[in-house]
């Protein structure tokens, strides 16, 4: 891959960085937002199964941040050490539509899938 090429994914990682950390960001402080709430107990019980559901959504959105945060963070130092788009499993080339569609990504379709299904 090219100087040029890795520079624009470069590029398309920070950008897609900032873009989940300002989305984390707002989830914590959303979360920070909702704690000590005063209610009635009848309230409570009503919005007991919503309030479930938000923290669950929210824990898992959390998550996924981090988690893609990571990848792209990884991504970032395969460029800086000259092997972005080498697929880790076989070695190969990544098409750069795959890399378009999913920057971070550290394995080719082919290696994907076997390690989605077995």
């Known amino acids: 891959m090219s100087a040029v090429d890795t520079d624009r994914f470069r590029r398309l990682l920070l950008d897609e960085r900032e873009r989940v950390t300002g989305a984390l960001t707002e989830?914590?402080?959303e979360q920070e937002g909702e704690g000590g709430e005063e209610g009635s107990a009848e309230t409570h019980l009503r919005d007991a199964a919503s309030?479930?559901?938000?923290?669950?959504?929210?824990?898992?959105?959390?998550?996924?941040s981090r988690s893609v945060l990571g990848q792209i963070d990884s991504a970032l130092e395969r460029i800086d050490e000259g092997n972005y788009g080498t697929c880790r499993i076989c070695g190969k080339p990544i098409p750069e539509e795959r890399l378009e569609a999913l920057p971070y990504a550290d394995l080719c379709i082919d290696d994907q899938r076997k390690l989605e299904h077995g």
């Open 51 to 64: 309030e479930t559901f938000e923290l669950e959504l929210d824990v898992t959105l959390t998550d996924n």
């Open 27 to 29: 989830i914590e402080q």
